[in-house]
């Protein structure tokens, strides 16, 4: 098949490591290290695909201690790197490699892929499947579905361009845009979302299970919230430019009935929207978003918000230091009982991890990665972000 990319403004994460290059504000001195250690937090750091020519190191993840200090594992690159940390250790990956890190060392799997990815979602403790956006093809778009355990990695191509993916009862699916044989239209201006089962198929090959002309392109998260079958994120139900009013809605998609619905979002807070009307700083949730039937998310700028999901009442919760628009990067995980923030403000300032209090916005922990942001990144986009379970 012939295929190319689609394009969008992302960067990568790679993934060949020969050694793990050990570094802290205190001691800048490198030593080798072979195992996860005492790392509570990974960040990703990679080069843009465009950039990426499959020779030189491109990426790094790095591995963050609760004391600051860090360790770097160098790859090929990932652009829009995704990584899970499961109770098994940590996965990632890049253009040629697949990778578990746990407390023994390092397992290395062989995989030539794409080098683009959307999402990294964990099945089991043992198993996490990656989404790759391989592009056009002659016959529609591709992606690219990797399963990694313990014992090895494979690979197999689906149809379709998923920028929202979730894990439901083991399964994993994906929403975006039809595509190839499913396509309505021809423009994707006017083509109708696909919610997609992309494992556990009987032929191994995508399942479409619903299709909406009311839900919109736009959000994109890598590993969003399921509860009882349903799939849960905040999005802008309304397509046009920037000088059209953003129409926050909180979306819902049944993976049983492959039905879509949405409520509108509304506040009694009106001083600022609720979604970002230039499609900066869109709304992140993780799996653990949803709570005691509240949808919470990290919001335009710097904020935690909760959504009602029966009703749509939403209400700002409180405050952190992240930031997220055009310009900076801020990545916020949910926990059962914490918000954890990566924060990346594009300002100069360090970057360092926080932890809050969900119920009542207490900040409880705090990592600063004391180096100049500039030297840290070594020119390398920050893009993903994972805690250990």
Known sequence: MIHGRRIIAAAAVSATV???????????????????????????????????????????????NDDGAFSEVQTWGMDMCSIAWTEKGLFFSDMKTDYLLDGNGMKSFENTKTDSQYAM????????????????????????????????SSLAEVEGSYFIAAQCEGEVFGIGLATGPYSKTGDPDTEPMVLSQLTGTNDGKEKVVG?????????VLNDAPCLNGKIYY??????????????????IWDTKTGKYESKALSSD??????????????????????KDGKLEWY??????????????????????EGYSDNSASSVAIFTDTEVVV????????P????????????????????????????????????VRP
């Open 299 to 320: 919001g335009v700028k710097d904020s935690i918000m909760s959504t009602d999901i029966k009703t749509g009442h939403t209400e700002r919760k409180f405050s952190v």
């Open 342 to 349: 990566m924060a990346d403000n594009n300002d100069g300032s």
């Open 18 to 64: 020969f050694t793990l290059v050990s570094c802290s504000p205190a001691d800048p001195s490198s030593q080798k290290t072979e195992t996860l250690g005492e790392a509570a937090y990974a960040l990703c750091f990679s080069a843009q695909s465009r950039d990426m020519d499959g020779k030189s190191l491109d990426g790094k993840v790095l591995l963050v």
């Open 121 to 152: 979602l964990a099945t089991t403790p043992d198993t996490v499947v990656g989404l790759y956006n391989l592009g056009f093809s002659d016959v529609g778009y591709t992606t690219q579905v990797v399963t990694t355990t313990s014992s090895g």
């Open 234 to 251: 905040i999005s802008d139900e309304r397509r046009g430019g920037l000088d059209v009013p953003a129409k926050p809605v909180l979306s």
């Open 351 to 386: 970057y360092r991890i926080l932890r809050y209090d969900r119920s009542t916005g207490e900040e409880v922990g705090r990592v600063v990665l004391d180096d100049d942001p500039a030297k840290l990144s070594s020119g390398l986009f920050f893009r993903g972000f994972a």
């Open 269 to 290: 807070e009106a001083t600022e929207p609720l979604i970002s009307e230039d499609g900066t700083g869109f709304p992140q949730v993780t799996r653990q978003s949803l």
């Open 211 to 219: 299709s909406s002309t009311q839900a919109r392109e736009g959000a």
